[in-house]
């Protein structure tokens, strides 16, 4: 019976949660810090958020053909239709399949001069440490990596390894844009590593800044 419903969810989910989403973010305020800084930088930009906070960028950036990357997994597949319905573009693909494939094919629309929605210490964590992928795609690309932290008050916080948070209805929120941070191509592993810990360290400081702003 798990099996079937697992097997049947991401036909039945979607639409429901997609409306569900709709409706509960039109009571939702957002605001912005940094966002027209950020979205003047020129060429390809990466908006870097934690994984669990990704559902005030579907509402801002709902319709502006943002791209972000969604795994190959069952419940990859019902995030897959509720984000193109906001008006993403999607590369399918994560860390265990298809994960070569969708980062080529990022740093090909960054390299086009694309903006992508990115969770760095996605799909699977641990939470709150940047992945290597997104490193790699800033260095291939040349792309901009642009830390941002997320926050709702008040919100509901799951059970899950990211606690995933959902505003309460008439939720005040705010997403806070950092400054860009570069992957020089001919950089070293050690300069790689430097500026990976640099980016972490932006994304806790942003996330506390907008946790403490609402």
Same mark, same amino acid.
């Given at each position: 019976?798990?099996?079937?419903?697992?097997?049947?969810?991401?036909?039945i989910?979607?639409?429901?949660?997609?409306?569900? !989403?709709? $409706?509960?973010g039109?009571?939702?305020?957002?605001?912005?810090?940094g966002?027209?800084?950020?979205?003047?930088?020129?060429?390809? =930009?990466m $908006? @870097?958020?934690?994984?669990?906070?990704?559902?005030?960028?579907?509402? $801002?950036?709902?319709? =502006?053909?943002?791209?972000?990357?969604?795994?190959?997994?069952?419940?990859?597949?019902?995030?897959?239709?509720? #984000?193109?319905? #906001?008006?993403?573009?999607?590369?399918?693909?994560?860390?265990?399949?298809?994960?070569?494939?969708?980062?080529?094919?990022?740093?090909?629309?960054?390299?086009?001069?694309?903006?992508? @929605? #990115?969770t760095?210490?996605?799909?699977?964590?641990?939470?709150? !440490? !940047?992945?290597?992928?997104?490193?790699?795609?800033?260095?291939?690309?040349?792309?901009?990596? !642009?830390?941002?932290?997320?926050?709702?008050?008040?919100?509901?916080?799951?059970?899950?390894?990211?606690?995933?948070?959902?505003?309460?209805?008439?939720?005040?929120?705010?997403m806070?844009?950092?400054?860009?941070?570069?992957?020089?191509?001919?950089?070293?592993?050690?300069?790689?590593?430097?500026?990976?810990?640099?980016?972490?360290?932006?994304?806790?400081?942003?996330?506390?800044?907008?946790?403490?702003?609402?």
């Open positions: 019976m798990k099996q079937h419903w697992r097997n049947v969810r991401p036909y989910l979607p639409l429901p949660i997609y409306w569900l !989403v709709r $409706l509960l039109a009571t939702v305020r957002i605001r912005t810090e966002w027209e800084k950020t979205e003047a930088l020129p060429g390809g =930009k $908006l @870097a958020g934690w994984h669990g906070r990704t559902f005030l960028a579907a509402l $801002l950036f709902r319709g =502006k053909g943002v791209w972000t990357i969604i795994s190959q997994s069952k419940d990859g597949d019902m995030q897959d239709v509720i #984000f193109r319905r #906001f008006g993403f573009k999607t590369i399918r693909g994560s860390t265990g399949r298809g994960g070569m494939k969708a980062a080529i094919e990022s740093i090909r629309v960054l390299k086009e001069g694309a903006t992508m @929605a #990115f760095p210490d996605g799909p699977r964590g641990p939470s709150g !440490v !940047v992945q290597e992928g997104i490193m790699l795609m800033a260095r291939k690309s040349g792309a901009a990596i !642009v830390p941002v932290g997320v926050a709702a008050k008040p919100c509901w916080l799951a059970g899950t390894w990211d606690r995933y948070m959902v505003p309460k209805p008439f939720a005040r929120g705010i806070v844009f950092g400054d860009p941070i570069y992957v020089p191509s001919g950089s070293t592993p050690e300069e790689q590593e430097a500026i990976r810990l640099h980016f972490e360290q932006e994304m806790h400081r942003l996330q506390a800044l907008a946790e403490e702003s609402v």
